[in-house]
Every structure is written in C-alpha cells, then in structure tokens.
C-alpha cells in the first residue's frame, strides 16, 4: 500500500489555549496511539490532502521534529461543523508483526453483459471493504470483476478472500450487482398496457356490429 508522509512537531501543551492557537495558525491537533505510548504533535492542515481528500487507501509515515519516524494509518478525523476545517486528527501506530484492521475501496474492472446486452444497470452497493491483514498485504484496493455479470446477478464478498488479507464482512454481503433498469421497467409496463388496450379494442367492434345489426333487421 502506498504511504503519505506527514511531518509532525511534538505539542508542548494540550490545553484549549494551545490548542486553538494551533489551528490559527494553520496546523491540526494530533494524536497518535496503538504502541507504548501516546504523542500529540500537530502538522500543517496542507499536509493532509492527500490523504483526508481521496477516495483511495494509505498508510502513513509520521516524522517528528525529533526524527522520530513512526507507521501509521488514520483512525478518526474531526471536521468544523459548518467550515469543514479539519480539527482533530487520531492516528493508530502499525506494527510489522500486528494485524490491522482497515477501509480498501473497491475497484471495478471489466464490462457486465447484463448492462451490455440486456440493458440492466450495474449497482455497487459496496465502495468500500474492511479488510484485517499484516501491515505489508494491505492491498491499495480490491479488484472486483464484473464481466460475468448477468441480468440479475449478484457479487458477493465470499468471491473475493484471498490468502493476503481477510474480508470482514459476512460471506452474503453483496458488493455490486445487475438490476433491471427503471427505463426498460416502464417500458415493459407500457407494452403490456398497450397489450391489454389492443384486446379490448378488438372485442369492442364486433359487439358494436352485432348491434347494428339486429338493429337494421328491425
């Protein structure tokens, strides 16, 4: 998996006054956690867009201004309710030899012939997977591929264990699958409508005929 560097100073103080001191001037409260024991350091807000901002998965090296170099992986993230401002970051330390337990996002490969020929839409109810592994087999993201994908067919989460990392998620958990779509639902509503309106025509002419002439004879 690929990892963010995010240098880090030490904090002096964790109080509220240091602490709102520290985002004036542009930098986020942190924590880091999972070993021995705890830092709190802050770093430049800037310094976390690649990480906080994306849709993919990384682990993190936090170097301190004492050169201290720790791996990591992002906890839990505080935002400003209104700015969106990041406020609070929690980071978990990584251990080569600890299991970890982690959000992979999903990536889609391939063409599902129930969407290419039959007209169905693909629906990935599953973006994300969490995963438990070593440090080392954190897969950047887990390919999913769809191209034996029917109309109504579903893929599951038991269709993608593998040896490096373990899916957390139940066996039946679907991850993505071929509905049909709305367009070709009302569609077929609309034929079996017209359907229906064609037969009721066609009854209602000869009954009217039949009247005529009964009619004439009188």
């Given at each position: 998996?690929k990892s963010i560097?995010?240098?880090g100073?030490?904090?002096?103080?964790?109080?509220?006054?240091?602490?709102?001191?520290l985002?004036?001037a542009?930098r986020v409260?942190?924590?880091l956690?999972?070993?021995g024991?705890?830092?709190?350091?802050s770093?430049?807000?800037?310094d976390?867009?690649?990480?906080?901002?994306?849709?993919?998965?990384?682990?993190?090296?936090?170097?301190l201004?004492?050169?201290?170099?720790i791996?990591?992986?992002?906890?839990?993230?505080?935002?400003?309710?209104?700015?969106?401002?990041?406020?609070h970051v929690?980071?978990?330390?990584?251990?080569?030899?600890?299991?970890i337990s982690?959000?992979?996002?999903?990536?889609?490969?391939?063409?599902?012939?129930?969407?290419?020929?039959?007209?169905?839409v693909?629906?990935?109810?599953?973006?994300?997977?969490?995963?438990?592994?070593?440090?080392?087999?954190?897969?950047?993201?887990?390919?999913?591929d769809?191209?034996s994908?029917?109309?109504?067919?579903?893929?599951?989460t038991?269709e993608?264990q593998?040896?490096?990392?373990?899916?957390?998620?139940?066996?039946?958990?679907v991850?993505?699958?071929?509905?049909?779509?709305?367009?070709?639902?009302k569609?077929?509503?609309?034929?079996?409508?017209e359907?229906?309106?064609?037969?009721?025509s066609?009854?209602?002419?000869?009954k009217?005929?039949?009247e005529?002439?009964?009619k004439?004879?009188?």
């Amino acid at each position: 998996m690929k990892s963010i560097t995010i240098n880090g100073s030490k904090r002096e103080s964790v109080g509220k006054v240091a602490t709102k001191a520290l985002r004036n001037a542009g930098r986020v409260p942190c924590v880091l956690y999972g070993g021995g024991e705890s830092y709190h350091f802050s770093a430049q807000e800037l310094d976390f867009k690649k990480l906080v901002y994306t849709p993919n998965a990384h682990t993190v090296e936090i170097v301190l201004d004492d050169k201290t170099k720790i791996n990591a992986i992002l906890q839990d993230i505080q935002f400003h309710p209104l700015t969106d401002k990041i406020l609070h970051v929690d980071f978990y330390q990584l251990f080569d030899d600890k299991e970890i337990s982690m959000n992979i996002p999903v990536k889609i490969e391939g063409s599902a012939p129930g969407v290419l020929n039959s007209g169905g839409v693909l629906s990935i109810n599953k973006r994300k997977l969490r995963v438990k592994s070593l440090p080392k087999n954190l897969p950047d993201f887990i390919t999913v591929d769809i191209s034996s994908l029917e109309l109504g067919n579903k893929l599951y989460t038991s269709e993608l264990q593998n040896d490096s990392y373990t899916i957390l998620h139940p066996d039946n958990t679907v991850v993505c699958q071929v509905r049909t779509s709305r367009a070709s639902i009302k569609e077929e509503d609309l034929e079996a409508e017209e359907a229906a309106e064609s037969e009721v025509s066609s009854e209602t002419p000869a009954k009217e005929g039949g009247e005529s002439e009964t009619k004439s004879e009188e």
